[in-house]
């Protein structure tokens, strides 16, 4: 059993920066990846940037270039800093590790993050 656990959500005005924190309960270098997720509401839940066991990352194209993945495996702890926030970035944002085979999926409760002025 993994646990994640979200921080780092607020309210932030339009072009600022926020940077999200996932704390794992076990190694997250065991993990096959970890990534994070977000859901606006009345839209789906969808990527927005995964980090893969060897360091390789991944982003949704609507954050490429603004947010950043990344990891301490000391801390067991990963984060998502974003950058030249927008309105459109409002949702709720969460945590998610893949682990094991066949790979189970684990979710964080989720932070809340709002853009506006």
């Known amino acids: 059993q993994v646990q994640l656990v979200e921080s780092g959500g607020g309210l932030v005005q339009p072009g600022g920066s926020l940077r999200l924190s996932c704390a794992a309960s076990?190694?997250?270098?065991?993990?096959?990846?970890m990534g994070w997720y977000r859901q606006a509401p009345g839209k789906q839940r969808e990527l927005v940037a995964t980090?893969?066991?060897?360091?390789?990352?991944n982003y949704a194209d609507s954050v490429k270039g603004r947010f950043t993945i990344s990891r301490d495996t000391v801390k067991n702890t990963v984060y998502l800093q974003m950058n030249s926030l927008t309105p459109e970035d409002t949702a709720v944002y969460y945590c998610?590790?893949?682990?094991?085979?066949?790979?189970?999926?684990?979710w964080g409760q989720g932070t809340q993050v709002t853009v506006s002025s």
């Open positions: 076990g190694s997250i270098l065991s993990f096959n990846a």
């Open positions: 998610n590790a893949e682990v094991g085979w066949p790979t189970l999926a684990y």
């Open positions: 980090i893969a066991r060897p360091g390789s990352t």
